[in-house]
């Protein structure tokens, strides 16, 4: 029998080969990842780009005047945008964390039941239900103003969000939250000193997260807006097929958001935490 | 023993005032949109004068044959893109788990997708793969085509192959991610104690990567084809009219001029709802791993 040679990874070929291999594939892999993101952003600042050109015959900063221009009322849609999303998240953390630490901290009775019923808004799709709000919304008149709008997002979110709790609190010893009273700190110097530093990150990181998702919905706010509600999401969707060069524009606009969350809270994102598992609703 | 009630009581009382807020927002809103929802497709819609329950809107979408076309496409989009996403992802795991240089950058871009809009994606698949697009440009250059009418049609095409890239573009890091997770947490010891055994490479993955990965993988396959299976926005962009996907038709219906065509609609949403019903019954049973970690 002969036994192999100890494998010894800068000397050996085969396995500079596979390094090389390996480089290859990474590299191909963000290549794909990146690929869309190429055409938006080049045609953010093109001027002229007829076919079969591959790159612009002449450049222009035309589409992001016209984004920063007070006419094409994109900014005032990206703050609609952000005060539905503000709005959303607060309503989330507000009634997602107590939710969050009764299903993480508790065994009750119908315990399997409220799980199911947080769990379904997360997979059924949007569309399916919010057909069925849509006149309910009207009759209240909620329907073509942001207070309808952020309601209505609260169905995606909330239930993300309480999941993150859960995931925050079965992770949380309550045990503190006891040693602190019987060292006879008050219920709120509890919860102030004991519990919300210990849940903090999770919050945080839930909260940005939820704030992507309602940043990000479309056709909640289409059906429930009924085109008086104008987000970045229904404004970048009317300019896809028109305009290209404004659509591109909008894109990085549109992202930024996002990149800024994942830099603030990629040291918390392992795929083991439930914050990655909402994620799919982006 | 009096004492123990009352505190179990107390605890009873605060669990429901934790919760009390968050289901009545679900209760509300989901379950209100449901039942209103299917109350509606059952023909039961007093505002356009419709009193009477029945199925007729049920027995009309599933003998229409363009119902029946959307319903096969949605299943081959969704069941295409979270196959190949799964694949593709185990692979990008794999490559992405070793400490190589750069490693958190590379895994810094590899996770930038999942925050990126599908929207956004969407739009970027369509500049990229429409006939005037960046890639045919190239392939122009490149003389391999000499009109746009050359390029395979990728986008508004009977395949849908526009929208599954934009899915595996979207979905890989998403279940990449949790894949990684979990191989990092687990270690390469197994693997390398399979290796010294005499497995090769493929049946140390095969028989000891493959099973412990394999929860995660399921998990997210999930949530990936019920999202893919239920979303509008990417094939209302992306998509023919004809056959549309399933979500694309029920809105088209609902926001038809004809008020007749509403119970349709609703019985649309319902088929979706019903088919996303299954699936979460899946998940619980496959999976509890976000509810209890």
Request: hydrophobic letters at 55%; charged letters at 10%; proline letters at 6%.
């Amino acid at each position: 029998m002969t036994t192999a040679p100890a494998p010894m990874p800068h000397f050996n070929p085969r396995s500079v080969g596979r390094v090389t291999l390996r480089w290859v594939g990474i590299a191909g892999l963000l290549a794909f990842l990146v690929a869309p993101m190429v055409p938006l952003f080049i045609w953010s600042i093109s001027f002229r780009w007829f076919y079969p050109d591959i790159l612009p015959s002449e450049y222009s900063s035309r589409a992001w005047e016209q984004v920063i221009s007070p006419t094409n009322n994109v900014l005032g849609s990206t703050w609609q945008t952000t005060l539905i999303a503000l709005l959303v998240t607060v309503l989330s953390v507000l009634f997602g964390v107590p939710a969050g630490r009764a299903l993480g901290l508790h065994n009750f009775r119908g315990k399997r039941i409220v799980e199911i019923m947080i769990l379904a808004p997360i997979i059924v799709p949007g569309l399916a239900v919010v057909l069925g709000i849509d006149t309910m919304f009207i009759r209240y008149g909620l329907s073509g103003n942001i207070i309808g709008v952020s309601l209505v997002h609260l169905v995606p979110t909330l239930p993300y969000m309480t999941l993150v709790m859960s995931g925050v609190y079965a992770n949380y010893d309550v045990d503190y939250e006891l040693q602190a009273r019987s060292l006879g700190a008050g219920r709120w110097a509890t919860q102030r000193y004991v519990t919300l530093p210990a849940v903090f990150p999770g919050v945080v990181v839930g909260a940005l997260f939820t704030f992507l998702i309602s940043w990000s919905q479309y056709v909640l706010t289409l059906l429930i807006g009924d085109g008086q509600v104008q987000t970045l999401p229904i404004l970048l969707f009317n300019f896809a097929r028109s305009e290209p060069a404004i659509a591109g524009a909008l894109s990085v606009v549109f992202i930024l958001p996002g990149i800024l969350v994942l830099l603030l809270s990629s040291k918390y994102l392992s795929g083991d935490s439930a914050a990655v598992g909402g994620i799919g609703n982006i | 023993m009096k004492m123990r009630l009352t505190e179990k009581g107390a605890q009873r009382l605060s669990i429901s005032f934790l919760l009390a807020p968050a289901l009545a927002v679900i209760i509300l809103l989901f379950l209100g949109g449901l039942i209103t929802g299917l109350l509606r497709s059952l023909n039961y819609f007093p505002l356009i004068g419709l009193n009477d329950f029945n199925f007729e809107a049920y027995v009309a979408i599933f003998t229409d044959n363009g119902f029946i076309q959307s319903l096969v496409l949605t299943f081959h989009i969704a069941f295409t893109s979270t196959l190949i996403s799964c694949i593709l992802a185990v692979a990008a795991a794999l490559l992405l788990r070793p400490a190589f240089r750069g490693k958190r950058i590379v895994h810094f871009f590899f996770s930038l997708n999942l925050t990126i809009p599908h929207l956004v994606g969407a739009i970027g698949v369509l500049y990229l793969f429409q006939n005037s697009g960046l890639v045919s440009r190239i392939m122009t250059g490149l003389d391999l085509i000499s009109k746009p009418a050359d390029f395979p049609a990728m986008v508004f095409d009977p395949w849908a192959i526009g929208i599954i890239i934009q899915y595996v573009w979207k979905e890989i890091p998403f279940i990449g991610v949790i894949v990684l997770a979990i191989l990092l947490s687990v270690g390469e010891d197994y693997e390398s104690v399979a290796r010294s055994l005499g497995a090769n490479r493929w049946q140390a993955f095969r028989q000891v990567t493959l099973p412990l990965i394999m929860p995660g993988v399921v998990s997210a396959s999930v949530i990936v084809f019920a999202f893919t299976f239920g979303a509008f926005e990417i094939p209302y962009l992306l998509g023919r009219t004809f056959p549309a996907a399933l979500p694309v038709l029920a809105y088209q219906s609902y926001t038809d001029v004809d008020l007749a065509a509403r119970p349709q609609a609703m019985a649309m949403a319902m088929v979706i709802a019903f088919i996303s019903t299954l699936l979460i019954m899946a998940y619980m049973k496959l999976s509890r791993v976000y509810i209890r970690e």
